[in-house]
Every structure is written in C-alpha cells, then in structure tokens.
T-cell receptor
Framework: GDSVTQMEGPVTLSEEAFLTINCTYTATGYPSLFWYVQYPGEGLQLLLK?????DKGSNKGFEATYRKETTSFHLEKGSVQVSDSAVYFCALSGDSGNTGKLIFGQGTTLQVKP | SAVISQKPSRDICQRGTSLTIQCQVD?????MFWYRQQPGQSLTLIAT?????????ESGFVIDKFPISRPNLTFSTLTVSNMSPEDSSIYLC??????????FGPGTRLTVL
C-alpha cells in the first residue's frame, strides 16, 4: 500500500541555519504531496503542497519539490527561526479510488535554538 | 480554505464512559475525516465521515467503538465509547474538497482515567 517515510528526529539547529527534512513516498499512480506543521498544543496547519511531478510548493520561506524520479518531497528552508520549532509531517493523498485520504509520515520534530 | 472547530478542546473521562466530539466546518466540504494522534506519534485515520450514511472505517477501527455521524456537509461527530486508558489521545477532525488539501481542527485532547 501507499506509505510515507520521513527522516528521524529530533532535528536541532541554531537560528539562521539551513534546514532539510527528508521525505520519500511509495504510491501507485500520481499522488498529491503535502507538508503539514504542528506547533505545540495545536492542530495541523497546511504548510505547502504539490500536485504533480516537478511542482514546487512554497510558503513562509519553506520549499519542497515533487520529484517523481526519486519519489521524494524534501522540505527545505534557507534560514530557520526559533518560531519554526514544531513537528513537521509529510503526507500524500493517492489518486487510486480518489478517496481523499491522507497518509502521514511519522513526523519530524524541529527544535531551533537562539 | 476552511476553518474547522472542535468541541470540547479537552476532557478527562472515567473508564467505561463515552465522549462525543463535535466538528464544525465553516464552509461546505465534500470530505470529512477523523484521525487519532497518540502521544508523540503521527496521525492514524479512524474513518471517513460520509454525509447521510455510515462512515467508512479503517482497519482496526469499528463502528461500535467509534460511532460517527455526519448529518450534513459541515458537521460531524465522533463518539469514543466504553473508554479505557488506551483511548487517551488527541482526536482530530479534518475536511476539504475532493482532490484538494485537507484542513484540520485544533484537536480534542482526551485523557481517560
């Protein structure tokens, strides 16, 4: 079945460091890919998305490119801030059956220190 | 986008009791889902809430334990029945248009003693 694998955390960075969180997926067909962020004590917020190969999603300085050849959707940010500390989830929505269900990775905790 | 609210935001319950969680969306959505997030874990889909008909449950979840209603396009409820401490989790509702991203509620934090 479809699945998402994220790099293990926690990831600890200093402010203004470069961030990469790896995400790879297994899916049949052409899924849509998402990054969600969960701040402490809150629900999930959509950070960015990409719906087809080579699409680049971007928001708030974060970027991710849908790479079909490597089945990856890595999250990057050039300069992280303390306020970016949160849990980041990679997810896919497969098109088989068009159920709209999201399959999540295990989440990666990011801690940014001043 | 859609704004999703949930009630209650948190509760502490005794084992053997039931709790009903409400989810309200501010606009009509075609898809609504219920997820469970155990402490420090990722999200696990419980079921798809279908308007006017029985929910579609994922493997490991059954209607007797997690009855779900969705009387219209903007409202759904999830009941956690006959609770045990293992049911202590965050329960999240999501909604969206078919083929597009989902938006999530803030979650309901349930503790079962």
């Amino acid at each position: 079945g479809d699945s998402v694998t994220q790099m293990e955390g926690p990831v600890t960075l200093s402010e203004e460091a470069f961030l990469t969180i790896n995400c790879t997926y297994t899916a049949t067909g052409y899924p849509s890919l998402f990054w969600y962020v969960q701040y402490p004590g809150e629900g999930l917020q959509l950070l960015l998305k990409a719906t087809k190969a080579d699409d680049k999603g971007s928001n708030k300085g974060f970027e991710a490119t849908y790479r079909k050849e490597t089945t990856s959707f890595h999250l990057e940010k050039g300069s992280v801030q303390v306020s970016d500390s949160a849990v980041y989830f990679c997810a896919l929505s497969g098109d088989s059956g068009n159920t709209g269900k999201l399959i999540f990775g295990q989440g990666t905790t990011l801690q940014v220190k001043p | 986008s859609a704004v999703i609210s949930q009630k209650p935001s948190r509760d502490i319950c005794q084992r053997g009791t039931s709790l009903t969680i409400q989810c309200q969306v501010d606009s009509q959505v075609t898809m609504m889902f219920w997820y469970r997030q155990q402490p420090g874990q990722s999200l696990t889909l419980i079921a798809t809430a279908n308007q006017g008909s029985e929910a579609t449950y994922e493997s490991g979840f059954v209607i007797d334990k997690f009855p779900i209603s969705r009387p219209n396009l903007t409202f759904s409820t999830l009941t956690v029945s006959n609770m045990s401490p293992e049911d202590s989790s965050i329960y999240l509702c999501s909604g969206g248009l078919q083929g597009q991203e989902q938006f999530f509620g803030p979650g309901t934090r349930l503790t079962v003693l």
